[in-house]
């Protein structure tokens, strides 16, 4: 409800925007105008990410070794920045010179890679070699065209509470209970152990049962020819799904709800499928629960959520700079750098052998290997292709297992729904 | 605007035009002509400029791109599209299910907020104490930003430990299984509705407030003597005297309300998705339009939404001042 807003912000923004206008035509004529004493322009990087990605101390280092660039880090909400980057695509100008992208929005902005430089143009291909190769895979362009290079993943693993664990008479070492479940099959068995000795239940929701299970498959909601095939791998993760919610193992909460949250505190859940820079969230969301959580290995070995791209919209005036900067970023030095700071999983598998990455071990996870436990399951993953429409067929899925956990449809009508849905978005 | 309005004043228009004759052509008169012929119009150029380039640009460029395939994540399919868009608008199911909330929510905003800021405005216009403090104590909601407010209510209105089932469970309802306010139609309308009328009733109670305050007293007397109570003096005299105001909030809240958008985004469990809940039970159009355009990247067929909705407002705005007009003996003017 903006009644008086709409009008009031749009006046607020031209003034704003004239501001910026003015302010930015002065600076960059000023920068323009100086050299350094090597004769090289001056030039100004600005840099959107959000969160934390470690790069202060990257940032002073460059701009120390390289005198003529000025970078400017401009950290936002994740949502906010991509939303942001896709609204300066379409406007032609405004994009930051270099912009992080994550692993939910690569698909989006891979299909607009004319919008991009293509990296592959500035020699990025000796790189493929290093890379996961599904990493560097899913933001490639169908036509071949490389829009951004990796930073970090998050490989998967589950999380499970060894307190709650032992409460129920379940084994509580980390390699014990990876044992317990090498499939999936055998997890939800031994969910169901869980909740009839504790009467509480095992997992937080189906869907971040169904996300991992489809990420294993070979084929995920669309083959190379973008064309949606549910009864392949959808239909494997969806069954798991709609078996954990049968057994009554899920406490159907949403993630990154105020219930969710809430969850945690509350014990109500066990066990939850973590990627890397998930420790953070459960270390500020229950603090007081350090040491009662552990890390066992995820069910079918293999598993990412989340991680980001750099890339480089081509309307910037500097792709050059910022393309040295990029590629200054990605070198092993920088890399161990940024996981030492803030924790951020490489995507590059030699970094796995670095002793900053083999040795790493969580002091609130009880002292988990995580470095070890996330390269490991990032490395086993197969590159599957990500179809153009993936996110909002990811979602319309997701709806359809929400709805099944809310009590509105039944888990036998639940797969048909979801193909429906599926084509719907498939199509929209 | 009383600069553009008032014409200038007859003592001084002798006055100066006196002079003119004997120095033709001179700057007094060319600046004078300036003043009185220009002058208006380039002080009220900086709303026209504004808003043809924040309003009418927009609403004319939208309809460029309603009548266009413009899809971002295939930029081969571009090019004219006639009225694909809005034929196609027609038959999609998501476009009916919105409209359906959206005025669903509407009416259950609107109604109830409009009455209780007319009770809350006659409460407030007798002699009570402390008259100012209750007068800035409804228009905070106003002030608090809406998505600080709306957050606050995401988390009253959970299924576990939210407060609004705690209250429910203190006179017994779902004591046994806590309402889920996200998974139906009704209960998240209503979750929904809340937010809006806690913010918006005491916005509309002070637009009254200052209607009613310039009703002479000598009415209400007259009435009192011949034994019309409180509530008959509320429908029958204050009412029909402040119509002009009351048509002007029917419209304020028939547009806002349509464009309902910043509530049901931020109430959302999965907000990336904007999908109004797991089946759509509260997407409302500003919604759908956003995950059209934004989400599913396919900006014609959102412009065209935008215009559907456009046209819809219009429409419903112009109805519902029509009916307001009606109301509480209008017609006279």
């Given at each position: 409800m903006e009644r008086f807003g709409k009008r009031g912000g749009s006046v607020v923004a031209a003034g704003l925007a004239a501001m910026l206008v003015v302010a930015g035509c002065s600076g960059e004529s000023l920068e323009s105008g100086n050299t350094d004493s090597n004769g090289n322009a001056q030039v100004t990087l600005k840099v959107n990410f959000w969160g934390d990605m470690g790069?202060?101390?990257?940032?002073?280092?460059?701009?120390?070794?390289?005198?003529?660039?000025?970078?400017?880090?401009?950290?936002?909400?994740?949502?906010?920045?991509?939303?942001?980057?896709?609204?300066?695509?379409?406007?032609?100008?405004?994009?930051?010179?270099?912009?992080?992208?994550?692993?939910?929005?690569?698909?989006?902005?891979?299909?607009?890679?004319?919008?991009?430089?293509?990296?592959?143009?500035?020699?990025?291909?000796?790189?493929?070699?290093?890379?996961?190769?599904?990493?560097?895979?899913?933001?490639?362009?169908?036509?071949?065209?490389?829009?951004?290079?990796?930073?970090?993943?998050?490989?998967?693993?589950?999380?499970?509470?060894?307190?709650?664990?032992?409460?129920?008479?379940?084994?509580?070492?980390?390699?014990?209970?990876?044992?317990?479940?090498?499939?999936?099959?055998?997890?939800?068995?031994?969910?169901?152990?869980?909740?009839?000795?504790?009467?509480?239940?095992?997992?937080?929701?189906?869907?971040?049962?169904?996300?991992?299970?489809?990420?294993?498959?070979?084929?995920?909601?669309?083959?190379?020819?973008?064309?949606?095939?549910?009864?392949?791998?959808?239909?494997?993760?969806?069954?798991?799904?709609?078996?954990?919610?049968?057994?009554?193992?899920?406490?159907?909460?949403?993630?990154?709800?105020?219930?969710?949250?809430?969850?945690?505190?509350?014990?109500?859940?066990?066990?939850l499928a973590c990627p890397a820079w998930m420790l953070g969230h459960i270390q500020k969301t229950a603090p007081d629960q350090a040491g009662k959580w552990d890390i066992a290995t995820i069910p079918g070995g293999a598993g990412n959520w989340g991680g980001s791209w750099w890339t480089i919209p081509s309307q910037g005036k500097n792709v050059d700079e910022a393309y040295k900067f990029v590629e200054w970023m990605i070198q092993p030095a920088q890399q161990i750098e940024v996981f030492k700071t803030v924790g951020n999983l490489p995507s590059q598998p030699a970094l796995y052998k670095d002793p900053a990455v083999l040795d790493f071990k969580k002091e609130f996870m009880s002292n988990a290997p995580t470095g070890q436990i996330f390269a490991t399951t990032a490395e086993n993953l197969k590159p599957q292709y990500l179809g153009r429409k993936n996110g909002p067929t990811r979602v319309a899925v997701e709806n359809v297992i929400t709805r099944v956990q809310q009590g509105k449809l039944s888990t036998s009508a639940a797969w048909a729904e979801a193909v429906k849905e599926a084509e719907k978005a498939a199509t929209s | 605007m009383s600069l553009i309005e008032r014409p200038p004043s007859r003592a001084d228009t002798p006055a100066q035009q006196r002079p003119a004759p004997k120095d033709p052509g001179g700057w007094r008169l060319g600046f004078y002509r300036f003043d009185t012929k220009l002058m208006p119009y380039l002080l009220v150029a900086p709303f026209f400029i504004l808003f043809a380039v924040f309003g009418l640009f927009p609403i004319i460029f939208n309809g460029v791109v309603a009548l266009r395939n413009w899809r971002l994540d295939d930029p081969t399919q571009t090019g004219w599209a006639g009225f694909e868009n809005f034929s196609k608008l027609l038959g999609d199911d998501d476009f009916w299910n919105a409209l359906i909330n959206t005025f669903g929510i509407f009416i259950l905003s609107s109604v109830p907020q409009l009455l209780l800021?007319?009770?809350?405005?006659?409460?407030?216009?007798?002699?009570?104490?402390?008259?100012?403090?209750?007068?800035?104590?409804?228009?905070?909601?106003?002030?608090?930003?809406?998505?600080?407010?709306?957050?606050?209510?995401?988390?009253?209105?959970?299924?576990?430990?939210?407060?609004?089932?705690?209250?429910?469970?203190?006179?017994?309802?779902?004591?046994?299984?806590?309402?889920?306010?996200?998974?139906?139609?009704?209960?998240?309308?209503?979750?929904?509705?809340?937010?809006?009328?806690?913010?918006?009733?005491?916005?509309?109670?002070?637009?009254?407030?200052?209607?009613?305050?310039?009703?002479?007293?000598?009415?209400?007397?007259?009435?009192?003597?011949?034994?019309?109570?409180?509530?008959?003096?509320?429908?029958?005299?204050?009412?029909?005297?402040?119509?002009?105001?009351?048509?002007?909030?029917?419209?304020?809240?028939?547009?806002?309300?349509?464009?309902?958008?910043?509530?049901?985004?931020?109430?959302?469990?999965?907000?990336?998705?904007?999908?109004?809940?797991?089946?759509?039970?509260?997407?409302?159009?500003?919604?759908?339009?956003?995950?059209?355009?934004?989400?599913?990247?396919?900006?014609?067929?959102?412009?065209?939404?935008?215009?559907?909705?456009?046209?819809?407002?219009?429409?419903?705005?112009?109805?519902?001042?029509?009916?307001?007009?009606?109301?509480?003996?209008?017609?006279?003017?």
């Amino acid at each position: 409800m903006e009644r008086f807003g709409k009008r009031g912000g749009s006046v607020v923004a031209a003034g704003l925007a004239a501001m910026l206008v003015v302010a930015g035509c002065s600076g960059e004529s000023l920068e323009s105008g100086n050299t350094d004493s090597n004769g090289n322009a001056q030039v100004t990087l600005k840099v959107n990410f959000w969160g934390d990605m470690g790069l202060d101390k990257l940032k002073a280092d460059y701009e120390k070794a390289n005198p003529n660039v000025k970078i400017v880090l401009n950290s936002g909400e994740f949502n906010a920045q991509h939303e942001d980057l896709q609204k300066k695509l379409v406007a032609g100008n405004g994009a930051p010179d270099i912009s992080a992208v994550d692993e939910g929005f690569i698909v989006q902005f891979r299909s607009q890679a004319d919008k991009f430089v293509n990296l592959n143009d500035k020699g990025a291909g000796s790189y493929e070699s290093k890379y996961l190769p599904w990493k560097w895979k899913n933001s490639q362009s169908p036509d071949g065209k490389q829009i951004g290079l990796g930073t970090d993943v998050g490989g998967l693993a589950m999380c499970y509470r060894s307190d709650l664990f032992k409460a129920a008479g379940l084994p509580t070492e980390r390699d014990e209970v990876s044992a317990l479940w090498p499939t999936w099959d055998k997890f939800i068995e031994t969910g169901k152990t869980y909740v009839k000795n504790s009467k509480k239940k095992f997992v937080d929701s189906g869907t971040n049962l169904f996300n991992p299970v489809n990420a294993q498959q070979p084929v995920g909601f669309y083959d190379e020819q973008d064309k949606l095939v549910m009864e392949g791998g959808p239909k494997v993760a969806f069954d798991v799904s709609m078996k954990a919610i049968e057994a009554g193992l899920s406490a159907n909460l949403q993630s990154f709800q105020p219930n969710w949250d809430q969850g945690f505190k509350k014990d109500q859940f066990a066990v939850l499928a973590c990627p890397a820079w998930m420790l953070g969230h459960i270390q500020k969301t229950a603090p007081d629960q350090a040491g009662k959580w552990d890390i066992a290995t995820i069910p079918g070995g293999a598993g990412n959520w989340g991680g980001s791209w750099w890339t480089i919209p081509s309307q910037g005036k500097n792709v050059d700079e910022a393309y040295k900067f990029v590629e200054w970023m990605i070198q092993p030095a920088q890399q161990i750098e940024v996981f030492k700071t803030v924790g951020n999983l490489p995507s590059q598998p030699a970094l796995y052998k670095d002793p900053a990455v083999l040795d790493f071990k969580k002091e609130f996870m009880s002292n988990a290997p995580t470095g070890q436990i996330f390269a490991t399951t990032a490395e086993n993953l197969k590159p599957q292709y990500l179809g153009r429409k993936n996110g909002p067929t990811r979602v319309a899925v997701e709806n359809v297992i929400t709805r099944v956990q809310q009590g509105k449809l039944s888990t036998s009508a639940a797969w048909a729904e979801a193909v429906k849905e599926a084509e719907k978005a498939a199509t929209s | 605007m009383s600069l553009i309005e008032r014409p200038p004043s007859r003592a001084d228009t002798p006055a100066q035009q006196r002079p003119a004759p004997k120095d033709p052509g001179g700057w007094r008169l060319g600046f004078y002509r300036f003043d009185t012929k220009l002058m208006p119009y380039l002080l009220v150029a900086p709303f026209f400029i504004l808003f043809a380039v924040f309003g009418l640009f927009p609403i004319i460029f939208n309809g460029v791109v309603a009548l266009r395939n413009w899809r971002l994540d295939d930029p081969t399919q571009t090019g004219w599209a006639g009225f694909e868009n809005f034929s196609k608008l027609l038959g999609d199911d998501d476009f009916w299910n919105a409209l359906i909330n959206t005025f669903g929510i509407f009416i259950l905003s609107s109604v109830p907020q409009l009455l209780l800021a007319l009770m809350i405005a006659n409460l407030l216009n007798r002699k009570l104490r402390a008259t100012t403090w209750w007068r800035v104590g409804v228009l905070l909601p106003y002030v608090t930003p809406v998505a600080a407010s709306t957050l606050v209510f995401a988390v009253f209105f959970t299924r576990d430990g939210g407060m609004a089932n705690w209250v429910l469970s203190l006179v017994g309802i779902g004591t046994e299984n806590p309402i889920d306010w996200r998974a139906d139609k009704w209960s998240s309308w209503i979750a929904i509705a809340t937010m809006v009328n806690w913010k918006w009733i005491g916005y509309n109670a002070l637009l009254y407030l200052s209607a009613m305050q310039s009703i002479p007293k000598d009415v209400y007397e007259a009435a009192a003597v011949d034994g019309a109570g409180p509530w008959r003096q509320l429908w029958q005299i204050t009412v029909p005297m402040i119509q002009p105001v009351v048509v002007f909030t029917v419209i304020l809240s028939t547009i806002g309300g349509l464009q309902l958008f910043n509530e049901p985004m931020l109430f959302d469990e999965n907000p990336a998705g904007a999908s109004g809940g797991s089946n759509g039970q509260y997407q409302t159009i500003a919604q759908l339009i956003y995950k059209v355009g934004w989400k599913d990247l396919n900006l014609g067929y959102a412009a065209a939404m935008s215009w559907a909705l456009f046209l819809i407002i219009l429409v419903v705005a112009g109805l519902n001042a029509l009916a307001t007009n009606r109301l509480g003996g209008g017609g006279k003017r």
